[in-house]
């Protein structure tokens, strides 16, 4: 059972934009927090942003000012809005939530590609 769908990647110039999105089960349980990472070829994977259940977010360094983590009011659905996309950028972006009891899930990845 597919309990994370991720949608939103694809192909873009630099300076871009592009929107994620990651919708959890209705059945998945008791959310703490949403996160997406990345991992570009080579390298490990690398949080980029988290949105916990109080609504506050953190960023890293490397994306702050330039991406934007959200959720939809029922807190079942993240979103990555991402924009000033640089080539760095590129990666498989995978949604990540931390459930009450069971842990942490993985979304199945959804590849960003940024040309120069």
């Known amino acids: 059972q597919v309990e994370l769908v991720e949608s939103g990647g694809g192909l873009v110039q630099a300076q871009g934009s592009l929107r994620l999105s990651c919708a959890a089960s209705r059945s998945i349980g008791s959310i703490n927090v949403m996160e997406w990472y990345r991992q570009a070829p080579g390298k490990q994977r690398q949080l980029v942003a988290s949105?916990?259940?109080?609504?506050?977010?953190t960023y890293a360094a490397s994306v702050r000012g330039r991406f934007a983590i959200s959720r939809d009011n029922a807190g079942n659905t993240v979103f990555l809005q991402m924009n000033s996309l640089k080539p760095e950028d590129t990666a498989v972006y995978y949604c990540?939530?931390?459930?009450?009891?069971?842990?942490?899930?993985w979304g199945q990845g959804t590849q960003v590609t940024v040309s120069s």
């Open positions: 949105i916990f259940s109080s609504g506050y977010t």
């Open positions: 990540s939530v931390v459930v009450t009891v069971r842990g942490r899930l």
